[in-house]
């Protein structure tokens, strides 16, 4: 793997959450693997005025606690790379300090003009920083190329996105700027296109023929944690399914690119939002279901509700839970039903789609146990990565009984070494001018575009209501009316709460 050019990378955001837990331990793992380039500095900025070592001795924390890297040992070497800038980023003036404190580090290092801007800050300063760096000139690339990551949500609906995009676009070019959605970073999430495109067994049995029904899952065993202030604005809407779980489903469900470049993959992803059968506001009710969790004991011990959450509103009507069903008008998926759920504190973290396969056109052997069923392929994004196909075989002995069994292959069985995390494969990208695995922008909108109707109506229609479900439970019993077939429930990887955090397969 090449290294990229030399660069500077600034972190807005630099002490913040995702910083600590992700974005730094990611560069320190690419640090290690010698694909940061031979000259590089890291300025992370804040509000607070710190000096740089007391910066580093906070990253060096974070490393410990985050890192998945062995050769902790080495990191001081990358720690004297890091520096500290405490600016308001909302303060145009402050953006002078940023600029000279660039052009020192410049000469200093001998790096060239190339800087990576990374914003890992509340969503109502997209525009304000990308607009400051312009104003000061920051993204003007006769130097060397200037890029700006932005992370989700983009926008809060689809009016914010437009307006959002274009002004980000009247003063960045699109190949400047880079829309993250981590989801599409994680191997297993890339590896639907090998499963899919480098399998000659699949893709036949891909389609409307074949599958009866798509369900994807992300559940988290944890609740909001300290991001309060971000997600009452936010809600499992906006947090999760208008960027993580649509892109799940535009790898399930698109077509095979042309080529494995950015726009071929990219092209085929909108494709499938433009297809996405546009709900009415008076469907709303009946195929989108939001929760909040309630107060319970997980393992006995108390678990708070999300109303008594830091930075939460008594009132609050924000969901922590949701899932949808909906269609893709297009030949391959036309009539068959997608269902999509997330939440938090629900009883373990498990990301999976499931692909569920129509019966046999004959039901040859009646004499079925209690767990025979038509084919189903699982794709277990996290933990335990991997593949898991359920087939039916013949129980010894006389007669044709039949029960499902599994055909497991577990990700860790392929790669010696750790798998590695999504923020390093994404910031090794944009490093490198790959935005293949960033989102663009008319797929954010076709996103946005999609959920507009139940945006409104969970705004404004008071009979839609917001049901409660307890910590540890699987969301609202509400949402099994989401499929209104018998005999047909979701998928649960986990039913106990005491396997909290192991994925075990039932
Ligand atoms: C983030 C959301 O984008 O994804 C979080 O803002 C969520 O609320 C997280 O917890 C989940 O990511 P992962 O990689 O742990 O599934």
Redesign the pocket.
């Known amino acids: 793997m090449k290294k990229p050019e030399d660069h500077i990378i600034v972190i807005f955001g630099g002490r913040g959450d995702l910083a600590m837990r992700k974005i730094m331990p990611a560069l320190y793992a690419l640090f290690v693997q010698d694909l940061l380039p031979d000259r590089f500095a890291i300025i992370g900025t804040g509000r607070n005025q710190l000096d740089d070592e007391v910066y580093r001795g906070e990253v060096r924390q974070a490393l410990l606690k985050f890192s998945g890297e062995k050769k902790k040992i080495g990191s001081e070497k990358f720690l004297e790379r890091l520096f500290y800038l405490g600016i308001d980023p909302s303060d145009t003036g402050a953006y002078s300090k940023l600029s000279r404190k660039l052009e020192e580090l410049r000469k200093e290092a001998e790096i060239s003009g190339r800087t990576l801007f990374y914003l890992s800050v509340p969503p109502d300063l997209y525009e304000v920083i990308p607009l400051n760096l312009a104003l000061h000139g920051l993204n003007v690339e006769s130097d060397g190329w200037k890029k700006v990551i932005i992370e989700?949500p983009f926008g809060h609906d689809y009016d914010s996105a437009v307006e959002l995009n274009e002004k980000l676009q009247s003063f960045w070019k699109e190949h400047q700027i880079y829309r993250i959605d981590?989801y599409l970073g994680k191997e297993t999430v890339q590896n639907i296109l090998v499963t899919r495109f480098s399998n000659g067994i699949f893709e036949p049995l891909w389609n409307r023929n074949y599958v009866h029904h798509v369900e994807i899952t992300?559940s988290?065993s944890l609740g909001i944690e300290k991001r309060g202030a971000y997600y009452e604005k936010a809600g499992a809407l906006r947090?999760?399914i208008q960027n993580?779980l649509l892109h799940l489903v535009g790898f399930i469900a698109m077509e095979p690119p042309s080529s494995i470049d950015s726009n071929s993959i990219r092209n085929e992803i909108v494709k499938v939002f433009q297809s996405f059968r546009q709900i009415k506001p008076e469907e709303v009710i009946k195929c989108a279901i939001r929760g909040q969790y309630t107060s319970s004991h997980i393992k006995g011990e108390a678990v708070k509700g999300y109303r008594e959450e830091e930075n939460v509103s008594p009132e609050s009507k924000t969901e922590t839970f949701a899932a949808l069903k909906f269609y893709i008008d297009n030949w391959r998926w036309g009539g068959v039903p997608f269902y999509i759920r997330t939440g938090k504190r629900l009883p373990t973290r498990v990301?999976e789609a499931v692909i569920h396969f129509k019966e046999t056109p004959h039901p040859l052997f009646s004499q079925k146990s209690a767990d025979s069923g038509p084919n189903q392929l699982i794709i277990r994004i996290?933990p335990d990565e991997g593949i898991l196909i359920k087939f039916g075989m013949k129980i010894p002995g006389a007669g044709f009984n039949v029960k499902n069994v599994n055909m497991d292959f577990h990700y860790s069985d392929l790669a010696a070494e750790r798998i590695p995390e999504?923020y390093e494969r994404l910031l090794y990208d944009s490093m490198n001018g790959d935005s293949t695995l960033y989102t663009r922008s008319d797929a954010v909108m076709a996103a946005w575009r999609f959920l507009e109707p139940v945006i409104r109506e969970w705004e404004n229609n008071r009979e839609i209501p917001v049901y409660g479900y307890p910590a540890g439970s699987w969301g609202p019993e509400k949402v099994d009316e989401l499929i209104d077939e018998p005999d047909i429930t979701w998928r649960y990887p986990c039913k106990n709460l005491a396997d909290d955090g192991i994925y075990c397969e039932l």
């Open positions: 989700k981590h992300s988290e947090d999760m993580h990301t996290q999504a």
